[in-house]
């Protein structure tokens, strides 16, 4: 009975000391690796964050308030108007098409790129013929090229010097001011063509100028769908064959007529290739040398 007493309270005492042998085990490995994991490097904090995982709003605030470097731009900062993937690098607007080139011929009939007038109406295409025809620098236009027919006697009939002159002169300036009404305002009407020049305004300069020299050929019509170049063929041809009327009679042969006809369109051809270099040969050139020269 001894035995068995003394048996029983030992029990009872190894059971009242393994609890707080395992507690005071724990407690020290708890310890242990506690210790262990602060010998160890942090991990990195994201940038604008805190080490406890919460927006760090004063450094974030601060780095806003700091002024941008102007050496150093940021190169990934993108615009809240320009979606991503989209460069935001904008195209040169086309140059505009001035009213006059050199500031004397007249450039009423060109629509810079980009703009899409409505078409003409017949009382709108005879002003701008009218324009064209009785321009001051039509008469002047009209005296250099019959001093140059005159000079190299193309009409023999026509005489020398001032009485030359003359014959020369009254005869370009029907020949022009009559291809311009025929060509811009009477077949306009009739085939319902639009005569002006839309111009291309960027590009390759090749392609430009053979834009701008095929529109004798082609031009849109009042639906805006380009079709041939009936008012300008046609309208060039009937005023070529109204002019033999009142030349000699040795310049109303197939040949002399066909000569003429074809100077008319190339003449409109190389127009309209001027017309559209015209704007960058302004700005790369004239504007330049006044940039450089301000007291011009």
């Known amino acids: 009975m001894q035995f068995r007493s003394s048996f029983f309270l030992a029990t009872l005492i190894?059971?009242?000391?393994?609890?707080?042998?395992?507690?005071?085990?724990?407690?020290?490995?708890s310890h242990t690796l506690l210790a262990s994991a602060s010998a160890l490097p942090d991990a990195p904090v994201p940038e604008g964050w805190s080490s406890s995982g919460t927006q760090n709003q004063q450094n974030s605030?601060?780095?806003?308030?700091?002024?941008?470097?102007?050496?150093?731009?940021?190169?990934?900062?993108?615009?809240?108007?320009?979606?991503?993937?989209?460069?935001?690098t904008q195209k040169a607007e086309p140059l505009p098409q001035p009213k006059r080139i050199l500031g004397v011929m007249p450039n009423y009939r060109a629509v810079s790129a980009g703009v899409l007038p409505p078409p003409p109406t017949s009382r709108e295409a005879f002003a701008v013929a009218t324009q064209d025809s009785f321009d001051y620098s039509d008469f002047v236009f009209v005296g250099v090229?019959?001093?140059?027919?005159?000079?190299?006697?193309?009409?023999?009939?026509?005489?020398?010097?001032?009485?030359?002159?003359?014959?020369?002169?009254?005869?370009?300036?029907?020949?022009?001011?009559?291809?311009?009404?025929?060509?811009?305002?009477?077949?306009?009407?009739?085939?319902?063509?639009?005569?002006?020049y839309y111009a291309m305004g960027q590009g390759p300069l090749l392609k430009r100028s053979i834009?701008?020299?095929?529109?004798?050929?082609?031009?849109?019509?009042?639906?805006?769908?380009?079709?041939?170049?009936?008012?300008?063929?046609?309208g060039r041809g009937i005023s070529q064959a109204i002019s033999l009327t009142y030349y000699p009679g040795s310049e109303t042969?197939?040949?002399?007529?066909?000569?003429?006809?074809?100077?008319?369109?190339?003449?409109?051809?190389?127009?309209?290739?001027?017309?559209?270099?015209w704007p960058d040969i302004e700005a790369k050139v004239v504007h330049h040398h006044h940039h450089n020269n301000p007291q011009d």
């Open 14 to 29: 190894l059971g009242l000391a393994a609890p707080a042998s395992f507690a005071s085990a724990a407690q020290t490995s």
């Open 61 to 88: 605030t601060q780095k806003d308030q700091q002024p941008a470097s102007p050496t150093a731009p940021d190169l990934n900062r993108k615009s809240k108007d320009t979606p991503a993937g989209v460069p935001t």
């Open 145 to 196: 090229t019959s001093l140059l027919a005159e000079g190299t006697n193309t009409h023999p009939t026509f005489g020398k010097g001032i009485g030359g002159f003359w014959p020369y002169y009254w005869r370009g300036f029907v020949d022009r001011t009559d291809g311009d009404y025929w060509v811009i305002w009477i077949m306009p009407s009739i085939v319902h063509e639009d005569e002006r």
């Open 211 to 234: 834009y701008a020299a095929s529109r004798v050929l082609i031009t849109p019509n009042y639906h805006g769908k380009n079709t041939f170049n009936a008012a300008e063929i046609f």
């Open 253 to 277: 042969s197939f040949s002399p007529f066909m000569q003429k006809f074809g100077y008319a369109v190339g003449r409109d051809a190389l127009a309209n290739v001027f017309r559209e270099v």
